[in-house]
């Protein structure tokens, strides 16, 4: 079974700084998905970005970007230029292909923008 | 309104009370998922509609009672809850079944007393 693993529960970042959220996951597939989703306060559960684990080439939305490493089962966020509005819950999840595919989610990481 | 919408957004009921989660989605999705989102544990999957028809149960209580009378409403009816049914719980939709992106509703807030 899938598992996807965000060791740490919080994290802090000065506004305008960049922060790195860490998500790490075990699969025996070799095609999947991989998700970074934010819950702000208000609970909307938000897609950030999205990964297909064929492409080697990292995804980019604006100011977040990953750092998917296939060989090493690891996907962090990178945050750039960090916002008041990216104060939030990150979770990490994975999807395998297919019709009857789950979406496996990480614990999360409470994420804190300092003023 | 666009997007997944929940209501209610918050909900306080006792054990014997009977009550219903009802999730909308207006994005032309034909399938649509209940999660539950507890303190300091990851989403869990509760069920999950293709075109009007449950393909997945996630072994949830028979106190859970979902209902899908279209593609764009979900329900999930309860009754005889127990306290540690309360947490927030999430709808979400996607194109299809084999889609890769989910959109999730606000979520409902219960409690149960």
């Known amino acids: 079974a899938q598992t996807v693993t965000q060791s740490q529960p919080e994290m802090s970042v000065q506004e305008a700084e960049t922060v790195t959220l860490s998500c790490t996951y075990d699969?025996?597939?070799?095609?999947?998905?991989l998700f970074w989703y934010k819950q702000p306060p208000s609970r909307q559960m938000i897609l950030v970005i999205r990964?297909?684990?064929?492409?080697?080439q990292n995804a980019t939305e604006n100011r977040f970007s990953v750092n998917f490493q296939k060989a090493a089962k690891s996907f962090s966020l990178k945050i750039s230029d960090s916002q008041l509005g990216d104060a939030a819950m990150y979770f990490c999840?994975?999807?395998?292909?297919?019709?009857?595919?789950?979406?496996?989610f990480g614990k999360g990481i409470t994420l804190s923008v300092r003023p | 309104e666009t997007g997944v919408t929940q209501t209610p957004r918050h909900l306080v009921m006792g054990m014997t009370n009977k009550k219903s989660l009802k999730c909308e989605q207006h994005?032309?999705?034909?399938?649509m998922y209940w999660y539950k989102q507890s303190a300091k544990k990851p989403l869990e999957l509760m069920f999950v509609?293709?075109?009007?028809?449950?393909?997945e149960n996630n072994s949830v209580p028979s106190r859970f009672s979902p209902e899908c009378p279209n593609s764009s409403h979900l329900f999930l009816h309860l009754h005889t809850l127990q306290p540690e049914d309360s947490a927030l719980y999430l709808c979400?939709?996607?194109?299809?079944?084999?889609?890769?992106?989910?959109?999730f509703g606000p979520g409902t807030r219960l409690t149960v007393l």
């Open positions: 999840a994975y999807r395998s292909p297919g019709a009857n595919s789950k979406l496996t």
């Open positions: 699969t025996s597939e070799s095609d999947y998905y």
């Open positions: 979400a939709s996607s194109q299809d079944q084999t889609a890769d992106t989910q959109y």
């Open positions: 990964q297909e684990a064929y492409k080697q």
């Open positions: 509609y293709s075109l009007e028809e449950r393909v």
């Open positions: 994005l032309g999705h034909n399938a």
